[in-house]
């Protein structure tokens, strides 16, 4: 056997901190932990529906299994760039590029657009892809603290060169929103360029889930917009919305982008039907919001934080004790996984609870009278 007690040792450390991961398939159970927020991922109720069939054009099974290269040599096709356009147009931009993922996307745009002499400033609770496409850029970087304007400008009065700003218009951990509006008024004040993510906003924010930065009608003041499909949309990528400058920026420069092979062409027709379903979910996405709002008005014991998004946290402090409360939930048919240290601060472990448009009063009842104890 290999000898690799260098690997054993850091993960003997996890397993001793009760922190240890380890796959798991998934379950018959209430589904309260999937990013499948309106269902489409489970597909088949939504097949089932009048206003959601296939027209013969639109089945993912009738297009090829590989793209077969990168798409600056074999890997592009009419298809993708057919989507490309359509998603930019929903989303009110000049020009668009499709990534593998959301964490490829962050990866390209973060280390090719800021240049040695920048500076990035970014949301202290940014997602992983976040920090670590910025970790390879050669700007220099710093966090402002979660949501904390006064801060961010404190930071801002002593930045150099090209400035960034990068926020989540959804945080993933906490299920709030970023202060948009006044996060733009300070990029204009200090002449920052805004990078937003809007992965756990696409599909279930706004009238026909375009997210927040539409939503609020300030999409036009935003530098670059980064739009998961593996979330509400149900499938899989990416895409960053700017301008045309932008997309041929990332084209030449995105290293996540140029050595990559493309998807395959089902993947973008499948990324291409979603688009074409969930804004006309306005049903699902109403129960979705009823759900949420019944949720934030319920007591339970542990601490509750404020969301009006599909992500709900009890805060349960400490590795042991919020794996204890999840496996209770697990033993009464409930899909809910507790969120350890080091993923997120020691003392704020907590369940992270996702509602969907398939979720029922019942079973939010039911959470509810588990998460309170007597």
């Not at 939504?46 to 054009?57: A, G, Q, T, Y």
């Not at 709900?312 to 033993?331: F, M, R, W, Y």
């Not at 080091?342 to 992270?352: I, N, Y």
Request: a negative charge; charged letters at 20%; aromatic letters at 10%.
């Amino acid at each position: 056997m290999y000898n690799d007690i260098f690997l054993q040792e850091r993960l003997l450390d996890r397993k001793q901190n009760n922190a240890f991961r380890t796959l798991k398939s998934k379950e018959e159970k209430v589904d309260f932990c999937s990013n499948d927020y309106l269902g489409i991922a489970t597909f088949e109720h939504i097949l089932k529906s009048d206003r959601f069939k296939f027209n013969e054009s639109d089945n993912p099974q009738q297009w090829g299994i590989g793209s077969t290269g990168s798409r600056l040599l074999a890997g592009n096709y009419s298809l993708i760039e057919e989507t490309e356009n359509a998603i930019a147009n929903f989303h009110d931009a000049e020009s668009g590029l499709i990534f593998n993922s959301g964490y490829d996307a962050n990866i390209g745009l973060l280390s090719c657009v800021p240049q040695k002499g920048d500076t990035i400033i970014y949301d202290f609770l940014c997602h992983a892809s976040i920090r670590d496409g910025i970790r390879l850029s050669h700007a220099q970087s710093f966090t402002f603290l979660h949501n904390d304007l006064n801060d961010l400008e404190r930071r801002l009065k002593n930045c150099s060169g090209n400035i960034f700003i990068v926020t989540e218009s959804v945080f993933s951990m906490d299920g709030d929103f970023c202060p948009l509006k006044e996060i733009i008024a300070l990029c204009k004040r200090y002449h920052a360029h805004l990078i937003i993510d809007e992965a756990h906003a696409t599909g279930v924010v706004g009238i026909r889930g375009e997210g927040l930065a539409q939503h609020l009608n300030l999409h036009k003041e935003i530098f670059a917009r980064v739009h998961t499909f593996g979330k509400a949309c149900g499938c899989h990528g990416s895409i960053v919305l700017g301008s045309n400058s932008l997309r041929d920026y990332l084209i030449n420069f995105a290293r996540s982008f140029i050595y990559s092979t493309a998807l395959p062409p089902h993947a973008i027709a499948t990324i291409a039907w979603s688009y074409r379903v969930f804004p006309l979910m306005l049903k699902e996405r109403a129960h979705l919001n009823t759900l949420i709002n019944y949720f934030q008005s319920s007591n339970i014991t542990y601490q509750k934080l404020v969301s009006y998004t599909p992500i709900q946290v009890a805060i349960v402090e400490g590795n042991d004790e919020v794996k204890e409360i999840a496996l209770t939930l697990q033993k009464n048919n409930l899909d809910i996984r507790p969120i350890l240290y080091p993923t997120v601060p020691k003392g704020k472990e907590r369940l992270r609870i996702v509602f969907h448009s398939f979720n029922t009063i019942s079973e939010v009842d039911l959470l509810i009278k588990l998460l309170t104890t007597d």
